[in-house]
């Protein structure tokens, strides 16, 4: 066991380390999936729409899920990985899966029929068109 403990570290880590240290071995799939506050969001407004541009690196298109609640936006991804062997006795299976959803509000209503998504390169772009009310309406006075 090594003499000198780290800081932020116990001695029961350091035992642990240096008795078990498979335990403490990444997983080789890459990296994790990442948390709701590190998709990173980039939201701008026109007259008619808004544009809605999020960081979902790693993730296939089919994993993405968006739903639109009256001004509110739910993003959903996950991921599902894991090794694949064929008629090999596997000695060790390592198997990553993981969900992550972040929730937005938006100042006005959506047009949920004529909202669009597009997913290219890690990037997942949605055009959220503004709902189209009457707007104020005069009220005649009896």
């Given at each position: 066991?090594?003499s000198?403990?780290?800081?932020?570290?116990?001695?029961?880590?350091?035992?642990?380390?240096?008795?078990?240290?498979?335990?403490?071995?990444?997983?080789?799939?890459?990296?994790?999936?990442?948390s709701?506050?590190?998709?990173?969001?980039?939201?701008?407004?026109?007259?008619?729409?808004?544009?809605?541009?999020?960081?979902?690196?790693?993730?296939?298109?089919?994993?993405?899920?968006?739903?639109?609640?009256?001004?509110?936006?739910?993003?959903?991804?996950?991921?599902?990985?894991?090794?694949?062997?064929?008629?090999?006795?596997?000695?060790?299976?390592?198997?990553?899966?993981?969900?992550?959803?972040?929730?937005?509000?938006?100042?006005?209503?959506?047009?949920?029929?004529?909202?669009?998504?597009?997913?290219?390169?890690?990037?997942?772009?949605?055009?959220?068109?503004?709902?189209?009310?009457?707007?104020?309406?005069?009220l005649?006075?009896?």
């Open positions: 066991m090594s000198l403990i780290p800081r932020g570290s116990s001695l029961f880590d350091e035992f642990f380390k240096d008795f078990a240290p498979g335990f403490y071995i990444r997983p080789l799939h890459g990296d994790p999936l990442p709701p506050a590190q998709i990173k969001v980039d939201v701008s407004e026109s007259d008619q729409a808004y544009t809605v541009s999020a960081e979902v690196p790693g993730v296939r298109k089919e994993d993405i899920q968006v739903s639109i609640e009256g001004n509110v936006v739910t993003l959903r991804a996950e991921v599902k990985q894991g090794d694949q062997s064929g008629d090999e006795k596997s000695l060790r299976s390592e198997r990553y899966y993981g969900a992550v959803s972040r929730s937005f509000q938006l100042p006005a209503e959506i047009d949920q029929g004529q909202s669009k998504a597009k997913y290219d390169n890690g990037v997942l772009t949605l055009t959220l068109p503004k709902k189209q009310g009457q707007g104020s309406q005069r005649m006075i009896e």
